[in-house]
């Protein structure tokens, strides 16, 4: 299987390129990738929690959804080993919706002669990726008083899994 390309190729925050053609059906990106995220939305939100807990960007990138998936399970399986099921209410406030394209090369013996170069450029897509500006909440966490400390600690968890700088803020939510 082939490996995912790194980071650094994708985290430039870019304006979605369109193909322009004088044929209507060759303008637009013909499949979308499946999205990574299984969920966007875990816990419980019918009870009412006393502070919110949020993760923001420090910075203007791109976040692909395999990162979210990753940094959304670690904090997620500490959440509901600790706190079960309905201690909390952990929500994503960003959307994958970006598609990361890839123009393959061929390589190796008689590439030359299978390869097309860059005369058909626009590229397959192979994934997607969350475009996120500075200062914007890319998760929110509610939870009661007496588990703020474990609350910080998943948010934690979930940043060391994320490319971007992000700040944890927590705030009291009044009732």
Known sequence: MVRLRSFVAYRRLERP???ISKFKQKSYIRADPAKVIVRYAM???KKSYNYEISLVSNKDLQIRSNALESA???????LEKMLGTT?????FRV????ILRENKIAAGAGADRFST???HSF???IGAAAQIR?????AILKIEKQHLELGLQAMNRMRYKLPAKCSIVTKEIKK
């Open 134 to 138: 500075k200062g914007q909440v890319i």
């Open 43 to 45: 816990g419980s939100d």
């Open 123 to 125: 590229g397959i897509p």
């Open 17 to 19: 390129y369109t193909r």
């Open 117 to 119: 170069g860059m005369s």
């Open 95 to 98: 959307y994958p919706h970006h």
């Open 72 to 78: 959304r399970q670690t904090s997620n399986r500490l």
């Open 87 to 91: 201690g909390y209410f952990f929500q």
